[in-house]
């Protein structure tokens, strides 16, 4: 039972990998009609910044998930300024190439500084408040040992996305950009600046990736390609669930991730697949993903 | 929303008549290949992918899907291929066919999942298959993993062609990929390439036109696959290995690249475009990962300047469709 426990533990720390990246996606998608590519390599280069920052600023975990996130995201913003914004009115699958080929730049940029081997990240000590020592150790639940790093990335994912649901479902702001993603001519007409709304959603999707990436950078290590199968990965996600509903990138992020660590544990050799043969059964029962529209 | 291609002129008797003078000179340049000293092994793998990227152009040129799947056709053709020429012992006639029936196979069940959603969402599940196909590759025994099937016998192609020889293994696999070009180039101007166009420009008006568009989008997508496949048991001869990099997602990336840089939508783009590409992989092979970063680069710069494509541009220049 040990096994299944830390099988389903792995399986909701991919799924809050799963969920954050796919919630971007899914906000990207809806202001900029982008499917981002790049949303891998924007991962990857999130856990990069978290192993700059503590390598050669002495920046440690916990200013890394402030800084990684804000860094990535104007990387984004520039990206979307310079390139994203003259594909408006074009054919969807413009997009999607752009942002291959940016994904196809970063990853051979690190790829030829890093080579592909992964690059230790410690998982934080500090603060030391009696016996804790950060992040480290675990703790004894009677059923099973839980590294607390493994929980903490659970819980605050799980934050970080309800978070995200919060400020685009109940705010001001959130409203102003749900307009503009049903009709931004018209919200623009109301004096509202589309244009830059649309860079800073871009900027916050790019950022939840790149906070993900911090979050990973302590257990999968540090790899030029870290991002680049995760990102099919997510696609898959992406098609199961649909990307028109915020709660629904969420809660499918999370329920697949369960269910590739259950199949870890019942069927390892199954693992790597089963997001895929899952993705062609919805697909056959019903075509429009599960939560999405109809596209 | 603007499409793929925007200035596909009209299929009259003067573009049909300047397309077959391309298509003969072509020929003939292609024919004098072994003449002239230049590499032939290098002309031979431009010439697989530029088969491989007409029949993905077939998909998103004329059908408006893009795949972002294609090299699981290339990889499957090619094990199959590979499997019945080293464990079987087949003639190569026969390999090939069993290469080409794989991929037709494969495509069939992919295009029934995969074109039940369309635009981005047709990218993103051809993406997703291509990857479940790469990790069942990587563990199923006949592949041999990572190692891939290595030293495969060419054999007599019909009994009389030598097949080690490289120039006649050259004329084999020229004379493949004219075929298969003009194939392609006989579906495009067919009533049925006609509906295809209609369905790429608005599929609701050819739906209420009557056309049931999932069947000509299924029939393109089988097609396409298919011939892709066929690319890939001819590259089976030259390469003589069958390795996992032709399922895997960068591969994929090649030949949209290739198709991008050629021209979408052109007929002769992607022959420009493999030749293209294949090239600069040659020259800059001592860069290391450089070639992924130039790769990128160039694909940016097609997207942000250079939609049409070279011989897009071409064309767009004289007005003719190429």
């Known amino acids: 039972m040990q096994a299944l426990y830390a099988q389903l533990l792995v399986g909701l720390i991919n799924g809050s990998f799963y969920a954050l990246l796919s919630l971007g996606l899914a906000v990207i998608f809806g202001m900029l009609n982008i499917i981002n590519f790049a949303h891998g390599a924007l991962y990857m280069m999130g856990a990069f910044c978290a192993y700059f920052l503590l390598n050669l600023a002495g920046i440690g975990y916990w200013w890394a998930l402030i800084i990684a ?87 605050f994912s799980l934050v970080v996305c309800l978070a995200t649901w919060f400020l685009i479902e109940k705010t001001q702001l959130g409203a102003y950009l749900r307009a503009a993603t049903e009709n931004p001519t018209l919200v623009r007409a109301f004096g509202i600046n589309v244009p830059r709304m649309i860079t800073l959603t871009y900027g ?76 062609v059964l919805v697909l056959l029962v019903k075509p429009t993903g599960l939560t999405g529209r109809a596209a | 929303m603007s499409a793929l291609t925007d200035d596909t002129l009209p299929v009259t008797p003067r573009a049909m008549r300047d397309e077959m003078i391309v298509f003969a000179l072509m020929a003939v340049l292609l024919g004098l290949v072994p003449l002239t000293g230049i590499y032939p092994f290098f002309v031979m793998q431009a010439l697989c992918f530029a088969l491989l990227a007409c029949a993905f152009n077939l998909l998103i040129g004329y059908g408006g899907l893009l795949s972002f799947g ?52 047709f990218s993103m599940i051809t993406l997703a298959l291509s990857q479940l196909l790469f990790f069942i590759y990587l563990q199923a025994p006949f592949t041999h993993g990572e190692d891939g099937i290595q030293g495969i016998p060419q054999g007599y192609l019909f009994g009389i062609f030598n097949l080690a020889k490289p120039t006649v293994l050259y004329y084999v696999v020229l004379a493949g990929f004219l075929a298969g070009f003009l194939l392609i180039y006989r579906t495009i101007n067919s009533p049925f390439g006609e509906v295809l166009k209609s369905i790429r420009e608005n599929e609701q008006r050819a739906i209420s036109l009557g056309y049931k568009t999932d069947q000509y989008k299924l029939l393109a997508f089988i097609l396409s696959g298919t011939l892709a496949g066929f690319a890939g048991s001819l590259k089976v001869f030259v390469a003589q290995n069958a390795s996992l990099t ?36 040659q020259y800059l092979a001592g860069f290391g990962q450089w070639v992924t970063v130039i790769q990128g680069v160039i694909f940016v710069a097609c997207v942000l300047t250079f939609r049409r494509g070279v011989v897009g541009e071409i064309a767009h220049f004289f007005r003719r469709s190429l």
Not at chain 1, 214 to 240: C, E, H, K, T, Y
Not at chain 1, 246 to 252: A, Q
């Open chain 1, 69 to 155: 996130p804000i860094v990535v995201g104007i990387f984004g913003m520039i990206l979307e300024r310079t390139m994203l914004q003259w594909l408006a009115g074009l054919d969807h699958l413009y997009g999607l190439l752009l942002t291959f080929g940016i994904a196809l730049i970063v990853q051979g940029v690190f790829q030829n500084y890093f080579g592909s081997s992964g690059l230790p990240y410690a998982i934080p000590d500090y603060p030391q408040i009696g016996d804790w020592r950060g992040l480290q150790g675990g703790i004894n639940l009677g059923f099973m040992f839980l590294p607390i790093y493994r929980g903490w990335v659970v819980i």
């Open chain 1, 204 to 279: 916050l999707g790019v950022g939840l990736a790149a906070l993900a990436g911090v979050l990973s950078a302590p257990i999968n290590q540090v790899r030029p390609l870290m991002g680049a199968d995760l990102i099919i990965v997510v696609f898959a996600v992406v098609v199961i669930g649909g990307m028109g509903s915020i709660m629904g990138s969420i809660i499918t992020g999370f329920a697949l991730g369960v269910i590739e660590g259950l199949t870890k544990y019942f069927y390892p050799e199954a693992s790597n697949t089963v997001v895929f043969v899952l993705m």
């Open chain 2, 70 to 121: 294609h090299a699981m056709f290339l990889g499957t053709a090619g094990y199959c291929t590979a499997h019945a020429l080293k464990v079987w012992g087949v003639t190569p006639e026969v390999g090939i066919l069993v290469g080409v029936a794989g991929a037709a196979a494969l495509s069939v069940v992919t295009g029934f999942i995969s074109i039940r959603r369309q635009g981005i969402y």
């Open chain 2, 246 to 281: 032709d399922v895997h997602w960068t591969m994929s990336g090649e030949i949209v690249l290739m198709t991008l840089v050629g021209g979408l939508g052109t007929i002769f783009g992607p022959v420009v475009g493999a030749f293209v590409i294949i090239a600069m992989q």
